[in-house]
Protein backbone atom coordinates (compact mmCIF):
# COMPACT_ATOMS: atom_id res chain seq x y z
CA UNK A 1 0.00 0.00 0.00
CA UNK A 2 1.10 3.28 -0.92
CA UNK A 3 0.06 7.01 0.58
CA UNK A 4 0.15 10.29 -0.67
CA UNK A 5 -0.02 13.25 1.14
CA UNK A 6 -0.39 16.37 0.12
CA UNK A 7 -2.01 19.88 1.09
CA UNK A 8 0.38 21.64 3.39
CA UNK A 9 1.66 25.32 3.27
CA UNK A 10 1.96 28.29 5.09
CA UNK A 11 -1.03 30.16 6.32
CA UNK A 12 -1.91 32.45 9.41
CA UNK A 13 -3.69 31.70 12.71
CA UNK A 14 -6.92 31.65 12.23
CA UNK A 15 -7.35 29.51 8.19
CA UNK A 16 -7.78 26.82 7.39
CA UNK A 17 -6.36 24.25 5.29
CA UNK A 18 -7.50 20.07 3.67
CA UNK A 19 -5.34 17.62 3.55
CA UNK A 20 -5.53 15.15 1.19
CA UNK A 21 -3.98 11.25 1.39
CA UNK A 22 -4.10 9.16 -1.62
CA UNK A 23 -3.77 5.30 -1.04
CA UNK A 24 -3.24 2.58 -3.59
CA UNK A 25 -6.07 1.08 -1.59
CA UNK A 26 -7.83 1.67 1.74
CA UNK A 27 -9.46 -1.76 3.10
CA UNK A 28 -8.44 -0.06 6.69
CA UNK A 29 -8.57 2.51 9.24
CA UNK A 30 -6.64 5.66 8.32
CA UNK A 31 -5.48 7.81 10.41
CA UNK A 32 -3.49 11.42 10.76
CA UNK A 33 -0.71 12.02 12.84
CA UNK A 34 2.01 14.89 13.13
CA UNK A 35 5.38 15.42 14.00
CA UNK A 36 7.42 19.07 14.85
CA UNK A 37 11.04 19.17 15.69
CA UNK A 38 10.03 19.48 19.75
CA UNK A 39 7.98 16.47 19.88
CA UNK A 40 7.90 12.92 19.03
CA UNK A 41 4.93 11.90 16.71
CA UNK A 42 1.59 12.10 18.16
CA UNK A 43 -2.07 11.05 17.39
CA UNK A 44 -4.42 13.81 15.19
CA UNK A 45 -6.97 12.38 14.57
CA UNK A 46 -8.35 8.79 12.88
CA UNK A 47 -11.55 7.01 10.81
CA UNK A 48 -12.82 3.66 10.41
CA UNK A 49 -13.02 1.97 7.11
CA UNK A 50 -16.65 3.74 6.65
CA UNK A 51 -15.70 6.80 8.40
CA UNK A 52 -18.65 6.27 10.74
CA UNK A 53 -16.10 6.13 13.51
CA UNK A 54 -13.69 8.50 14.26
CA UNK A 55 -11.27 9.66 16.98
CA UNK A 56 -9.40 13.03 17.36
CA UNK A 57 -7.00 14.36 19.98
CA UNK A 58 -7.79 16.87 22.61
CA UNK A 59 -5.91 19.39 21.01
CA UNK A 60 -7.72 19.10 17.50
CA UNK A 61 -11.02 18.51 18.42
CA UNK A 62 -13.56 20.67 17.35
CA UNK A 63 -11.71 22.23 15.12
CA UNK A 64 -10.41 19.30 12.53
CA UNK A 65 -12.44 16.91 10.94
CA UNK A 66 -11.62 13.55 9.26
CA UNK A 67 -13.18 12.07 6.19
CA UNK A 68 -12.72 9.62 3.59
CA UNK A 69 -13.91 8.60 0.38
CA UNK A 70 -13.30 4.89 -0.23
CA UNK A 71 -14.63 5.39 -4.05
CA UNK A 72 -11.53 7.49 -4.19
CA UNK A 73 -9.29 5.49 -1.76
CA UNK A 74 -8.55 9.00 -0.39
CA UNK A 75 -8.86 9.96 3.39
CA UNK A 76 -8.80 13.90 3.86
CA UNK A 77 -7.93 16.24 7.09
CA UNK A 78 -10.22 19.50 7.31
CA UNK A 79 -8.34 21.89 9.56
CA UNK A 80 -10.18 25.15 10.64
CA UNK A 81 -9.07 28.14 13.40
CA UNK A 82 -5.72 26.93 12.90
CA UNK A 83 -3.06 27.88 15.55
CA UNK A 84 0.94 28.15 15.75
CA UNK A 85 1.18 24.95 18.03
CA UNK A 86 -0.56 23.33 14.73
CA UNK A 87 2.87 23.60 13.01
CA UNK A 88 4.17 20.05 12.12
CA UNK A 89 4.80 17.31 9.30
CA UNK A 90 1.72 15.52 8.90
CA UNK A 91 1.57 12.13 7.85
CA UNK A 92 -1.08 10.14 6.94
CA UNK A 93 -1.10 6.15 7.69
CA UNK A 94 -3.12 3.37 7.44
CA UNK A 95 -3.80 0.32 9.75
CA UNK A 96 -2.49 -3.12 9.57
CA UNK A 97 -5.75 -5.23 10.57
CA UNK A 98 -9.63 -4.21 11.93
CA UNK A 99 -10.04 -3.86 15.37
CA UNK A 100 -7.08 -2.15 16.55
CA UNK A 101 -6.62 1.09 19.04
CA UNK A 102 -7.34 3.13 16.11
CA UNK A 103 -5.20 6.41 18.32
CA UNK A 104 -1.67 4.38 18.39
CA UNK A 105 1.27 4.34 16.19
CA UNK A 106 1.59 0.77 16.51
CA UNK A 107 -1.68 -0.08 14.54
CA UNK A 108 -0.46 1.78 11.31
CA UNK A 109 1.72 -0.04 8.98
CA UNK A 110 1.84 2.17 6.42
CA UNK A 111 2.61 5.76 5.89
CA UNK A 112 2.74 8.13 3.55
CA UNK A 113 5.92 10.40 3.54
CA UNK A 114 4.41 13.64 5.61
CA UNK A 115 3.22 17.07 4.46
CA UNK A 116 4.63 20.54 6.12
CA UNK A 117 2.08 22.62 7.54
CA UNK A 118 3.11 26.14 8.80
CA UNK A 119 1.33 28.17 10.72
CA UNK A 120 2.32 31.66 11.23
CA UNK A 121 1.07 34.33 14.60
Known amino acids: VQLQASGGGLVQAGASLRLSCAAS ?4 AMAWFRQNLEKEREFVAAASWSGATTYYADSVRGRFTIS ?26 QAKAYG ?3 TQEATYEYWGQGTLVTVSS
Open 68 to 93: RDNAKNTAYLQMNDLKPEDTAVYYCA
Open 100 to 102: MDL
Open 25 to 28: SSKY
